[in-house]
């Protein structure tokens, strides 16, 4: 000490210690500490709601009771990051949809779900249980309806085509759920996945003929509905709900030929280390649970998978009791799709829809 | 010992620069070296890409009219949010050095209030004032100008009035630096010379601040033909810029190797727009 105060430091302890404070530096950096090291847990989901209600009702009662870190990556559209890093995945769950998992899922970047691991798993309705996605929730999408500017009732898809609503109606984008959307409307209209000519034809006919606009994201679609800009447009129940909560004329319905409902939940990505995925599955297998799925509808309106929870929802939540035949008719659609089909020809369909439809 | 002296501050200035020359080199130039190699490898719905070598991501972006037309358009659109930026940009900073100090404080303040929130909020906040029941309608409908509210989102030139929003502080910035930075005695002394105020403006102030103009023209038109919100936002359906394109290729087809190739010639137009630019700066003054 005195010799440093002295101003007598040696070239070497310079060294030393510059090299111990640029070890330090880089390790603080890259956000190595040694409780992470003993047990985190890395999640990846766009952030937002979802991700607070997320982190409410599973992620931080789990983390504080299995002392397990959670580091979170946040942004959307973060499958290519998966892809990346196939060879060395450093994530270890994915918040998705379950086309996008059947999709990665069967390209092995992800895990398939385990009953042996997972014994909550065995609770969750069929209809919402995949082989490389179980739903926590689920979230029935059918058409929102302006009550006070459509008088007439609203039955079908079909009504989006209707002269009437011309200019008032509109269809989500493609990169966030449009490509779904347009798949299952396509079926429809008598399409397959392999066979996109119908549903090209007409979207091409709602764009251009009946002046659809494009709705971008969940927010831009409560905006267009809220200000009244649009009357008539695809999109969740639960979101339509608290539209009409907060006093705009709105009620969702499900269209007859079917609706849409997406299940949402983390996938388990491939290859990680053995402890990471055990507190991966017993993260998971907390989300199948049928009180904390009633937690997270309370939170957030959206309906519950496990099959316990779906049967006894409290009096404040009847509102989303499903009949078998509802569960059905949402399912209808989705199910005749072939994910990897999708998945192959995206790029094609993709700009399909930019050229044909949007370019019309 | 003059030359060893030199050697040993060039080292030194070289040591200086090497921690932050290094980052630069692994974590952005290596990176984007990377990513732009990627438009040469084919493009593989499974893998995303395979090192395969083809021009064929070049091809399509060059040959299909559907490539074409938006590369056409990301240039035009940006050119013309970098003129209008300018022209008011050059306005304001002339006005901004022309002002009592306590006035200028306010005033740049109020222009930079904009860049502390984010461009999707500032987005927005145009969706609420040009939207069918937002302020700007119901101005008109009370003035009796239109007789219902009229649709103003969804269209071009409401991206680019946004944009122009957008830009305006980068554009302001540098000019009124080169502004402030002139001689003032100068126009002083071509007005005792006889030089009429707009002779001056044109053959004395507008020259000296040419580095502000370049500087502010090269910033706003290169976040301009990159913008993806703004865009994606107030364009509507039949608006689509490079910016947008790399996004979705990225991000939702999953096609690097085109997205790559999009982002290789977004960088070479900007490339191409700034030497230009630049060339007929120098040679206009």
Redesign the interface.
């Known amino acids: 000490m005195t010799r440093f105060l002295n101003g007598s430091v040696s070239r070497r302890s310079v060294l030393k210690a510059g090299g111990a404070l640029a070890g330090a530096a880089a390790l603080g950096t890259f956000g190595y500490t040694p409780a992470q090291a003993a047990g985190d847990l890395r999640i990846i989901m766009p952030g937002g709601s979802w991700k607070e209600w997320v982190e409410q009702t599973f992620t931080a009662p789990f983390g504080s009771a299995n002392e397990v870190e959670i580091l979170w990556k946040l942004g959307l559209g973060q499958e290519p990051l998966v892809m990346a890093q196939q060879a060395r995945p450093q994530w270890d769950l994915i918040h998705t949809g379950q086309m996008r998992a059947g999709q990665l899922g069967a390209m092995g970047l992800y895990q398939p779900l385990s009953e042996e691991k997972m014994p909550n798993l065995a609770k969750i309705h069929p209809s919402f249980r995949y082989q490389y996605l179980a739903g926590k929730c689920h979230t029935p999408y059918g058409l929102c309806v302006n009550t006070s500017k459509i008088t007439r009732e609203i039955t079908s898809w079909e009504d989006l085509w209707d002269p009437e609503f011309k200019g008032r109606v509109a269809f989500p984008a493609w990169g966030w759920i449009g490509d779904e959307v347009f798949h299952a409307i396509n079926i429809a209209f008598g399409g397959t996945s392999e066979d996109i000519e119908p549903g090209i034809a007409k979207f091409k006919e709602l764009f251009a003929e009946n002046g659809a606009v494009v709705a971008n994201n969940v927010e831009h679609t409560r905006q267009l509905i809220d200000a009244e800009e649009v009357w008539l447009v695809p999109f969740f129940g639960a979101r339509i709900e608290q539209a009409a909560a907060a006093g705009t004329p709105v009620e969702f319905v499900i269209p007859e030929e079917g609706g849409l409902s997406w299940i949402w939940n983390m996938s388990i990505i491939a290859n990680r280390p053995e402890q990471n995925v055990a507190n991966a599955e017993a993260l998971l297998d907390t989300t199948f649970e049928a009180e904390r799925q009633i937690e997270f509808a309370k939170l957030t309106g959206y309906p519950p998978t496990n099959i316990d929870a779906m049967a006894n929802l409290p009096a404040e939540l009847k509102r989303l009791e499903l009949s078998d035949s509802d569960v059905e008719l949402l399912g209808k659609l989705q199910s005749q799709l072939d994910p990897m089909t999708l998945f192959a020809y995206r790029d094609q369909y993709a700009e399909r829809w930019n050229k044909e439809v949007l370019g019309a | 010992m003059s030359q060893q002296s030199s050697r040993a501050g060039g080292l030194f200035g070289a040591a200086l620069m090497s921690p932050i020359g290094i980052l630069y080199l692994c974590f952005l130039l290596l990176p984007i070296g990377f990513f732009l190699s990627l438009s040469f490898f084919t ?1 593989s ?4 890409y395979v090192a395969e070598p083809t021009l064929d991501n070049y091809s399509r972006l060059i040959f299909d009219g ?1 490539y074409r037309r938006i590369i056409y358009d990301t240039i035009r659109v940006s050119l013309v949010v970098t003129v209008i930026t300018l022209v008011f940009g050059y306005a304001l900073a002339y006005f901004l050095t022309r002002v009592k100090s306590t006035w200028r404080g306010i005033m740049m303040f109020l222009i930079i209030a904009p860049l502390m929130t984010g461009v999707i909020v500032r987005t ?1 906040g145009w ?1 609420v004032l040009l ?4 302020l700007v309608n119901a101005i008109l409908v009370w003035i009796g100008i239109v007789e219902r509210p009229i ?1 103003m ?2 269209n071009e030139k409401t991206v680019i009035v946004a944009l122009v929003h957008i830009m305006l502080p980068y554009m302001v910035f540098p000019i009124f630096s080169s502004l402030v930075a002139q001689d003032p005695h100068l126009v002083p002394a071509a007005s005792t010379l006889g030089a009429k105020p707009l002779r001056t403006f044109f053959e004395v102030t507008l020259p000296l601040s040419r580095s502000g103009i370049v500087m502010g023209s090269v910033i706003v038109f290169t976040m301009t033909s990159g913008s993806i919100v703004t865009v ?2 107030l364009g ?3 608006m ?1 810029m490079m910016g947008q394109l790399i ?2 290729l ?7 190797p ?1 997205g790559a190739a999009v982002a290789a010639l977004l960088v070479l137009c900007q490339f191409i727009m700034i030497s230009y630019y630049f060339r007929k700066m120098r040679r206009a003054y």
């Open positions: 493009y719905a499974q893998q995303m559907y927005y969706i939207g069918t029941d937002g649709s989102l969804g994606e936002l509507g359906r039949d689509t996004y979705q990225i991000l939702s087809t999953f096609n690097w085109l």
